[in-house]
């Protein structure tokens, strides 16, 4: 399914609608420096055809020949690769081993394009066959190129591009590409086609094998079945294996709007046919752009207004849309998640995972917090090198899957909270949408009453929330009774207090009276001692432990009641500022 849908998009992008992919036998590849030949074979010059992006200069893309997958041994590329096997420039102090790469190069132009009449073929070839690297050293590009392990090309002069693109060459290379050997059923196209022992190599999977890595992938015996080698195992004809691996090497490069990271996952996305959505999707979930805050925003509010008022069009609702997860793992690529459903579909989840994380907030928290931002906040020492393993792939999965959230996100949350000693809005939406989520999923067999509400609920009565309640409300009066106070009982209680109520609420409640006799205003006084009578009414006695689920309320309930101070404080405010004027 994964590698049908990979090859599917092959063809819609390459059909001519949309931004073309490479053809069959060649990919798109950075070339750093180009030598440029007259007609007889001649260098006239070593073309530097980096362009400068900031401090750095980067390599530019052409359509090359489909490279060879790299190991230790000598494979070479055909018309272009490094200096050394290109120049048999030594790079790596291993004279034996270049000597070797140069001949391999220029063997392979020989044997596959040496009989082609092509006069920018016949000039590389006279090139190569009286190459003096001393000659090259009065060229001003020379002393990069030597530095450089990019990748160098030929250019014939009076051309606009690389000998590879001359139309000749272009064709007998397409040609050679087509040869069958043995022929097979493919797995992913269902078409008699060559099967390929070994799949071009995948590249941008954060974390892989900067040389690339496979998907598809049998190299010990363990793997193997029948007596057949490698790829043979799981027959994917080389057709079907060059558009899937051509697609998604195209998702995951660099500058892809339809990628983005979040933990160890990069994740991709695409359509059966083209869509804002595949634009708009990471604007919906990672960070904003510095130069552009509220990009994220202003989108979200639009996915609301489609969402709300019907503003997907039939096509939608037809149109699938498909998510993948991919995960470094050794020599392989791991798939942490495949998510599959319709534009309309990711764009309700989407509006839903929003919802969930809905909360009471100051005006200073984001609306809309990225995946990213609430990770972070659940990470130790609040750094994303210390985002737990698999716990971003995991909630990715629930967001895009419409599925409850992983319990170890709920787990990394509360001991966050129990570790900084305070709940911020990041933690408390979370907390809020993980019970959410679990119990709509099963409420018959949640410890929830019902799902928890944006602001403060008095009528709940879980034991968590009004313990959680409770703690703010005794922090409240000390802060109260004592302005301007360094730290409050939060920072030595909170812990104890939302895992084991029994062995700190009965010295809280004793400090409460003697914070409640020094409260200036008897009315003050008398507001709280109702509230506390709320609070503690149907409450028989303080648990000795509270399980996670209780936990986490405690932290609703505490950031609750907190949020609801900080809103009638300011009401009072200005009620008292009216009496007196």
Known sequence: ?????????????????????????????????????????????????????????????????????????????????????????????????????????????????????????????????????????????????????????????????????????????????????????????????????????????????????????????????????????????????????????????????????????????????????????????????????????VKIKALYESVRKGGFSPDDDKNRFYVLGLAPNAARIAIRFWEVGTVADISRRIVQHFDDLAIDRSPNDPPYPSLFRLLVHVAVLGKADNIPPNIGGDFMRAVLGGLPYPYTLLQAAIRRNRAERRVDCYRAALTKACLNRRHRANPSSSPLEKEINVSLDKSRTEIGYRLGRLFAVLEKVQEDAQPGINATIRDRYYGAASSSPLSVFSTLMKLKNHHLSKLENPRYAARYEKLFGEILDGIEAFPAQMPLTEQGLFAIGYYHQRQDFYTKHDKETTETQGEQA
């Open 1 to 297: 399914m994964i590698l049908q849908s990979l090859s599917h998009y092959y063809q819609r992008k390459a059909s001519g609608g949309e931004n073309e992919l490479a053809p069959f036998g060649f990919e798109r590849k950075g070339i750093e420096f180009m030598l440029l030949l007259d007609r007889e074979g001649t260098l006239i010059n070593i073309e530097d055809i980096r362009e400068q992006q900031g401090k750095k200069k980067v390599a530019r893309e052409y359509l090359m020949p489909q490279g060879v997958k790299k190991t230790s041994g000598i494979a070479a590329n055909l018309l272009w690769d490094n200096a050394e096997y290109v120049l048999g420039l030594e790079q790596k102090g291993k004279p034996e081993r270049t000597e070797h790469a140069h001949v391999e190069f220029m063997r392979r132009i020989r044997t596959e394009l040496g009989e082609l009449d092509d006069e920018g073929i016949q000039a590389v070839l006279r090139f190569l066959e009286v190459l003096d690297l001393s000659h090259l050293e009065s060229f001003p590009a020379w002393p990069e190129l030597r530095e450089s392990t990019g990748n160098l090309s030929f250019r014939l002069q009076g051309d606009p591009g690389p000998v590879c693109q001359r139309p000749g060459v272009v064709k007998a290379i397409e040609q050679a590409a087509e040869i069958e050997g043995n022929k097979g059923i493919c797995l992913v196209s269902g078409d008699h086609d060559e099967p390929l022992a070994t799949h071009p190599a995948i590249k941008g999977v954060w974390g892989a094998q900067s040389s690339g890595a496979n998907i598809v992938s049998f190299n010990l015996d363990a793997f193997r079945s029948w007596g057949k080698e490698q790829g043979h195992n799981a027959p994917v004809g080389k057709h079907a294996a060059f558009a899937y691996t051509t697609a998604l090497n195209h998702l995951l490069r660099s500058d892809s709007h339809q990628r983005f990271q979040i933990g160890d996952t990069s994740t991709i996305f695409w359509a059966d046919r083209a869509t804002q959505v595949e634009t708009d999707l990471p604007d919906w979930l990672r960070e904003p752009p510095s130069d552009d805050p509220d990009r994220n925003t």
